[in-house]
């Protein structure tokens, strides 16, 4: 079936510093990739929407220049965490979709806890 | 603004019996609603959808049943087994996108 490979599973980093997070669909191409945030004990909430070679739809609230989203090709998308403060501390989880797939084919990735310190 | 509600955080159900997992939606463009299971610390795992031209789905042990005049739907597991402790999110997505809202989760726990 589809698999979604996320990296790193876990990253801690000093204040200030940016972390990129990558998200690779290993057995299918995916143009659309989903980027969510969960916060402990609270459901997963849509950050964006990545779209293969054009500018990623965010979600209200969620600031662009601070969670950039690249997806330069049908395989890869990245989240990079620029300046990442303390609150940015959570667990991402990236999504894309097998059009191949019976099941509507969204796939999670294995999520990235996120700790800055 | 929560649009996909699972008002019950948690749920313990002894082994063999069935495990009944409540979903409520507020809109009405919803058209198509997935189940995953999350152990912590991993991604969601893919259970069972169903779209909204029908009101029952059953793959196995879990059956899927939406109540579109509700907006409501439920997951039936049974019989249920110490394996389905996990937390399952509900997530329903509208006809005009791909993408899915995510309700808060309920962590069910299987007793042996």
């Known amino acids: 079936g589809a698999v979604v490979s996320q990296h790193p599973s876990w990253v801690i980093c000093k204040s200030g510093t940016s972390v990129k997070i990558e998200c690779r669909s290993l057995?299918?191409?995916?143009?659309?990739m989903f980027w969510y945030r969960q916060f402990p004990k609270q459901s997963l909430m849509l950050m964006a929407t990545?779209?293969?070679?054009?500018?990623?739809?965010?979600e209200q609230g969620v600031e662009k220049d601070k969670f950039l989203i690249n997806h330069a090709s049908l395989t890869l998308s990245t989240l990079t965490v620029t300046s990442a403060h303390p609150e940015d501390s959570s667990f991402y989880i990236c999504?894309?979709?097998?059009?191949?797939?019976?099941?509507?084919?969204?796939?999670f990735g294995s999520g990235t806890r996120l700790t800055v310190v | 603004d929560q649009q996909v509600k699972q008002n019950s955080p948690s749920l313990s159900v002894q082994e063999g019996r069935i495990s009944i997992l409540n979903c409520d939606y507020t809109?009405?463009?919803?058209?198509?609603f997935l189940w995953y299971k999350k152990y912590p610390a991993e991604g969601p795992t893919f259970l069972i959808s169903?779209?909204?031209?029908?009101d029952k789905n059953e793959d196995g042990r879990f059956t899927v049943f939406l109540n579109k005049s509700a907006k409501h739907l439920s997951l039936h597991i049974v019989p249920s087994q110490p394996g389905d402790s996990a937390v399952y999110f509900c997530?329903?997505?509208?006809?005009?996108?791909?993408?899915?809202?995510f309700g808060t989760g309920t962590s069910l726990t299987v007793i042996p």
């Open positions: 999504s894309a979709r097998d059009s191949r797939a019976y099941n509507y084919g969204y796939t």
């Open positions: 057995d299918f191409q995916a143009t659309t």
């Open positions: 990545s779209n293969e070679g054009s500018k990623a739809t965010y």
């Open positions: 809109n009405s463009m919803f058209d198509y």
């Open positions: 169903i779209s909204s031209i029908k």
């Open positions: 997530a329903a997505s509208p006809n005009t996108g791909n993408q899915f809202y």
